[in-house]
C-alpha cells in the first residue's frame, strides 16, 4: 500500500440550468485499487483450475482468464489515475449538460 495519500473520485453533473448533483466515489481509489488486487490473487488460483480454452458447448465467451486480464488492466487504469497531482478528468459543457470528474 502507499503513502501517496488519500485520492477520490468526485463527480459533479449540472442538468439544464439547475443546481450541481455532487458524487463522491464511495471509497478512496487507493482501496478500490487494494481490493481488487485481492480479487485478482483469487483469479490467479482459480486459473490453475479452468482451463484457457472455452468449452466449445457454451454460450459464453467470457473465462476466467479474460476476467483477470480485464481486473489487471483496470488495476493499471487506478494505478495511473493515482500516480500524479490532483487533476480534473473530464470537463464537459453543452447548452444543457455540464460534466465535471475530478482527481482529488
Not at 439547475?18 to 487507493?30: C, E, G, S, T
Amino acid at each position: 500500500m502507499s503513502n501517496r495519500g488519500f485520492r477520490s473520485l468526485w463527480i459533479r453533473l449540472q442538468l439544464e440550468d439547475k443546481r450541481f448533483l455532487m458524487i463522491p466515489f464511495p471509497i478512496p481509489l487507493y482501496i478500490f485499487e487494494e481490493l481488487l488486487d485481492s480479487f485478482l490473487d483469487i483469479l490467479v488460483v482459480a486459473c490453475f483450475f479452468v482451463p484457457k480454452a472455452p468449452a466449445p458447448n457454451t454460450s459464453s465467451r467470457v473465462s476466467v482468464h479474460l476476467v483477470k486480464e480485464l481486473v489487471v488492466a483496470i488495476i493499471i487504469l487506478l494505478r495511473s489515475l493515482n500516480s500524479d497531482e490532483p487533476y480534473d478528468l473530464v470537463d464537459v459543457t453543452t447548452d444543457k449538460v455540464k460534466v465535471l470528474i475530478k482527481i482529488r
